[in-house]
T-cell receptor
Framework: EDQVTQSPEALRLQEGESSSLNCSYTVSGLRGLFWYRQDPGKGPEFLFT???AGEEKEKERLKATLTKKESFLHITAPKPEDSATYLC?????????????FGKGTKLSVKP | NAGVTQTPKFQVLKTGQSMTLQCAQD?????MSWYRQDPGMGLRLIHYSVGAGITDQGEVPNGYNVSRSTTEDFPLRLLSAAPSQTSVYFC??????????FGSGTQLSVL
């Protein structure tokens, strides 16, 4: 069975305290791995797509990396506005390109 | 651009009632889909469509119907609501690129 597991479920950081979120996956054929950000009461918002092991992408204080079994979302010197739930999702070969399998998310809180 | 618009934002139903959740996008995207989000679970795919007149089932389709008569609209119908369908529902669309664009969600409670 295709599975996406995110850890930790929740993470509390002080402003400026860097850390990483983990997304491990067990799937039949990975086409792409996605990271989304979700604020309370809103829909998920696209952050990154990674397609091959070793690939890295950056956006402001966020950097996403991919290995053959997992992805990390590194947050450098976070600010309170980075507080949100971060969702990881995978896209598989053989299915419609829009269909994603999501993890349960990591809820990040950054305190000033 | 409005993006993906969902209505209503909130809805309370009694068991056995029917209703339609509306979703419209103005980006001329061929692909549209519906997900549900429950506490402690990831987003799960209900139904999807790769173009007008084409729909298919996702992971959790039971109790839901869809149709796609236009590129812009993809309504989700609950024919006989059950308490197990209490959830937050998200509509999403995708064009040629990799991004999936989500609406702001409909919070549904079935009593």
């Amino acid at each position: 069975e295709d599975q996406v597991t995110q850890s930790p479920e929740a993470l509390r950081l002080q402003e400026g305290e860097s850390s990483s979120l983990n997304c491990s996956y067990t799937v039949s054929g990975l086409r792409g791995l996605f990271w989304y950000r979700q604020d309370p009461g809103k829909g998920p918002e696209f952050l990154f797509t990674l397609y091959s092991a070793g690939e890295e992408k950056e956006k402001e204080r966020l950097k996403a990396t991919l290995t053959k079994k997992e992805s990390f979302l590194h947050i450098t010197a976070p600010k309170p506005e980075d507080s949100a739930t971060y969702l990881c999702a995978v896209q598989l070969y053989g299915g419609s390109q829009g269909n994603l399998i999501f993890g349960k998310g990591t809820k990040l809180s950054v305190k000033p | 651009n409005a993006g993906v618009t969902q209505t209503p934002k909130f809805q309370v139903l009694k068991t056995g009632q029917s209703m339609t959740l509306q979703c419209a996008q103005d980006m001329n995207h061929e692909y549209m889909s519906w997900y549900r989000q429950d506490p402690g679970m990831g987003l799960r795919l209900i139904h999807y469509s790769v173009g007008a007149g084409i729909t298919d089932q996702g992971e959790v389709p039971n109790g839901y119907n869809v149709s796609r008569s236009t590129t812009e609209d993809f309504p989700l119908r609950l024919l006989s609501a059950a308490p197990s369908q209490t959830s937050v529902y998200f509509c999403a669309s995708k064009g040629i690129g990799e991004k999936l664009f989500f609406g702001s969600g409909t919070q549904l409670s079935v009593l």
